[in-house]
């Protein structure tokens, strides 16, 4: 059974089971409708649900096959694959610039080159997913414009701006129609859109705007998206670290929008940092895991990492541990900088946590790109 027909399979029998116990979620509403055909993202949401049904987790990280530690443009290289031996299961990008047309994103790497690693992760059987550090359709400002308030309000209120968001989210669904594999299948991947809103360093942060208006962002995207006949993307809603339930749903969009539930946590301060880190991840993860199991979602640690590394053991001695509690299909942890040293999240061949990173590879719940050949 190739992976299609598998996936196929799995998600026809989860779908039955859905249809069971019908609760007024997507994936039941999905089995009412026997006779439409499965969209890419169905076949995806499928892939997920088996492994952490399996009580797996996939592995990912950011740019991972673009550029590393000491390394950029080259081909065929991943810090993840020297020192680990095998590609992430997940291979996390970012959009930022796409909505302006740029031809590469906020970090210098180009669309085109996405474009070629998407399809070349969805050969090796692993999967993508996207945040986008979006550009303001205000005055062009970055994510990072925290100290106005407005933008938001300007989005839902003044018809010029809605139009220009539309507009970005139109070149955002382009690219997510363009995402085809060799046979011309389209290619399933997570999309991750205004991540960590419960923080206030972007412009659609907590502070910067209402709860109405965050929700518009999503709405009037998610028309866009529709519109342009995007259904290869499964929609991942990620606050960072939360001190409470209600803190983590006061800006959600609505089941209707969203596939998975996760949490941005960092670990910061190595090992003085680690009971915070412990604390705050098992907050936001409790509270997503228990809201997806609620609404049938799927679970997911959007971001982690702890930059540098210093705790030798982190991989085995924090990280496992945490994802050993819940049922999280895939984790992400962010970039290895090659124009800043001191900004890596993955243990680059001779780092002093290597050894630790290659026992979480071996463990068995942990997904790389080979492992993935099973779900
Ligand atoms: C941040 C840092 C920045 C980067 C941004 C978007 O966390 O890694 O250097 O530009 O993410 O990728």
Redesign the pocket.
């Known amino acids: 059974m190739n992976i299609r027909t598998l996936a196929q399979a799995i998600l026809i029998s989860a779908l039955s089971a859905a249809s069971m116990s019908c609760n007024g979620n997507g994936k039941a509403a999905a089995a009412d409708d026997a006779s439409k055909p499965l969209t890419a993202a169905d076949i995806l949401r499928a892939r997920l649900d088996s492994i952490a049904a399996a009580g797996k987790v996939a592995f990912g990280h950011?740019d991972d096959p673009v550029y590393g530690h000491t390394w950029c443009g080259d081909e065929n290289r991943s810090d993840v694959l020297e020192s680990s031996g095998d590609y992430p299961a997940v291979m996390d990008w970012?959009l930022?610039g796409l909505e302006l047309n740029d031809t590469v994103n906020?970090?210098k790497v180009s669309f085109n080159r996405i474009r070629r690693e998407v399809v070349a992760q969805n050969a090796r059987g692993g999967f993508n997913t996207f945040s986008w550090?979006t550009r303001n359709p205000v005055n062009l400002g970055t994510s990072w414009e925290a100290g106005d308030t407005t933008i938001v309000s300007k989005i839902m209120n003044d018809p010029e701006i809605t139009q220009r968001y539309r507009d970005n989210v139109k070149a955002l669904a382009a690219f997510f129609n363009s995402l085809v594999d060799e046979s011309g299948n389209k290619i399933p991947v997570v999309f991750r859109p205004w991540h960590e809103h419960s923080g206030d360093w972007f412009w659609w942060g907590s502070r910067q705007c209402t709860p109405e208006q965050y929700k518009f962002l999503w709405h009037e995207m998610r028309k866009v998206m529709d519109a342009e006949g995007v259904d290869n993307v499964l929609w991942a809603y990620s606050p960072d670290r939360v001190r409470s339930v209600e803190q983590y749903m006061e800006r959600y969009p609505g089941d209707e929008y969203v596939d998975i539930l996760g949490s941005d946590v960092y670990h910061f301060n190595g090992q003085e940092g680690l009971e915070q880190y412990n604390t705050d991840a098992a907050r936001s993860l409790g509270i997503a895991a228990d809201k997806a199991q609620k609404r049938n979602k799927i679970l997911a640690f959007t971001e982690t990492g702890s930059e540098g590394i210093p705790m030798e053991s982190w991989w085995t001695d924090v990280l496992l541990p945490i994802l050993g509690r819940y049922p999280v299909s895939y984790i992400v942890v962010?970039?290895n900088?090659h124009d800043?040293p001191r900004?890596y999240y993955v243990p680059f061949k001779g780092h002093p946590a290597e050894a630790s990173f290659v026992e979480f590879r071996n463990n068995e719940s942990t997904l790389f790109a080979k492992d993935m050949k099973q779900f």
Do not use: E, Q
Request: a negative charge; proline letters at 0%; hydrophobic letters at 25%.
């Open positions: 950011h970012d930022g906020l970090d550090h962010w970039r900088a800043n900004h």
